[in-house]
């Protein structure tokens, strides 16, 4: 019984020191802003310069938890993984009266990023693939061999790797894979809208499983260390 005395108040005073500690709160490095709300969390870059004119972005956002009294754990929003932006991908097909021997596609990604199109039409045996760069309201139309299966792979064309967390390793989306199938012989254009390739989209960290050390006020993440803002 004495030993079950002790237990019960050795669990109350954990219970009492967790909520007393707000992990909740604003962490800033030197590049980097990480908040903390509720179960959610941002991580932020700082724009260049600091000054009035410099742009903060959005590099990675999710939901957070407590593994231990001193580990969290980071989760991207699945919502933002490549085969969830696949997912709400909406396409329309228009068509002639007579057999088409081309196939204009028509992309509508709300993006300014610098993206690259890779497009494959397979007819049976035969394929034939096109690349293109994708630019917002100037350069989003080509014109392809008719055929019946359409693969789209949508992907950033920004040439280097983005310049995250020092120690961080390559971990945003690569590209959005989106396959057209049964296209009819009649099919003259096709309509894609990708609504979820949006902002940064491909420069951003998707984290799955990534844990953050609490020390004190501070956090530490990928090498970077956080300290907690009053």
Not at 59 to 77: A, P, Q, T
Not at 174 to 186: G, W, Y
Not at 197 to 219: S, V
Request: hydrophobic share 40%.
């Amino acid at each position: 019984m004495k030993y079950f005395f002790i237990f019960l108040l050795c669990a109350a005073l954990s219970s009492t020191i967790h909520a007393e500690y707000n992990i909740n709160g604003i962490y800033t490095s030197d590049d980097y802003k990480l908040v903390l709300s509720k179960d959610r969390f941002q991580i932020i870059q700082f724009g260049s310069g600091h000054g009035s004119y410099a742009t903060d972005e959005i590099i990675s956002e999710g939901y957070y938890s407590m593994v231990e009294s001193n580990l969290l754990e980071f989760n991207s929003d699945i919502s933002s993984s490549a085969k969830a932006v696949a997912s709400t991908t909406a396409i329309e097909f228009e068509y002639l009266m007579t057999v088409c021997d081309s196939v204009e596609i028509v992309l509508n990604i709300p993006s300014d990023e610098s993206i690259v199109v890779d497009i494959i039409c397979i007819d049976g045996i035969d394929s034939y693939e096109v690349e293109f760069d994708y630019i917002r309201h100037k350069h989003n139309r080509i014109i392809v061999p008719r055929s019946s299966d359409i693969n789209l792979s949508i992907k950033s064309n920004r040439g280097t790797i983005p310049n995250w967390i020092p120690s961080l390793c390559f971990q945003g989306i690569q590209e959005v894979f989106i396959p057209i199938s049964h296209i009819e012989n009649n099919c003259s254009t096709i309509q894609i809208t990708v609504p979820g390739i949006k902002g940064n989209f491909f420069d951003r960290m998707f984290l799955k499983g990534e844990y953050a050390l609490i020390e004190g006020k501070t956090i530490r993440f990928k090498g970077e260390t956080f300290t907690k803002q009053n």
